[in-house]
Antibody, heavy 122, light 107 residues
Framework: VQLVESGGGVVQPGGSLRLSCAAS????????MHWVRQAPGKGLEWVAV????????YYADSVKGRFTISRDNSKNTLSLQMNSLRAKDTAVYYC????????????????WGQGTTVTVSS | DIQLTQSPSFLSASVGDRVTITCRAS??????LAWYQQKPGKAPKLLIY???TLQSGVPSRFSGSGSGTEFTLTISSLQPEDFATYYC?????????FGQGTKVDIK
């Protein structure tokens, strides 16, 4: 049971990047799926969530209007399209699986990927 | 947005010590709280959910308590593998904010 992120890299300010998260050993479809990021030497920041059916999405204010979360349950994948990138978006991005129920829920994020690094720099 | 404040931010302790970390919410969140452990270069690991329920496979020396605005994570007898950074996360509303973290290192 694991999640594997890909798509990280170095991008100039104002640029775009698309992150992917693939599940192996289990099916994503019953889970709400999240992106959480961690800037170098800093704490965890929740970024976005998408419901199990893809119909409901929420974003942190810091990325709203620039990032788009999506999923393809038929391909067992999660994505994060990141546009208008800023230096402050530099971080390790983790995908994580949560309960089917959106907030409020009691269960937390119990499956995590290993992270992919995004660096925004000129 | 709901703010979570952890204390202390850093903690030095010895193997065998009892360790307590506090997480305070800026408004009441009932029992909608989780705790995570993160080691350097690794993804976070869920330890406790619903404020006090131990995730499967997590050693029983970890425990959580609290409701409303004040929560605690306790490690009853610190083991070498427990030196890490610990985060709380509120699960009641989006954005599902995290505390700033508490780093536990070796005295």
């Amino acid at each position: 049971v694991q999640l594997v992120e890909s798509g990280g890299g170095v991008v100039q300010p104002g640029g775009s990047l698309r992150l992917s998260c693939a599940a192996s050993g289990f099916t994503l479809s019953p889970y709400s799926m999240h992106w959480v990021r961690q800037a170098p030497g800093k704490g965890l920041e929740w970024v976005a969530v998408i419901s199990s059916d893809g119909g409901t999405k929420y974003y942190a204010d810091s990325v709203k209007g620039r990032f788009t979360i999506s999923r393809d349950n038929s391909k067992n994948t999660l994505s994060l399209q990141m546009n208008s990138l800023r230096a402050k978006d530099t971080a390790v991005y983790y995908c994580a699986g949560g309960p089917r129920e959106l907030a409020p829920n009691y269960y937390g994020l119990d499956v995590w990927g290993q992270g992919t690094t995004v660096t925004v720099s000129s | 947005d709901i703010q979570l404040t952890q204390s202390p931010s850093f903690l030095s302790a010895s193997v065998g010590d009892r360790v307590t970390i506090t997480c305070r919410a800026s408004q009441g969140i009932r029992s909608y709280l989780a705790w995570y452990q993160q080691k350097p270069g690794k993804a976070p690991k869920l330890l406790i959910y619903a404020a006090s329920t131990l995730q499967s496979g997590v050693p029983s020396r970890f425990s959580g308590s609290g409701s409303g605005t004040e929560f605690t994570l306790t490690i009853s007898s610190l083991q070498p593998e427990d030196f890490a950074t610990y985060y709380c996360q509120q699960l009641i509303s989006y954005p599902q904010t995290f505390g700033q973290g508490t780093k536990v290192d070796i005295k």
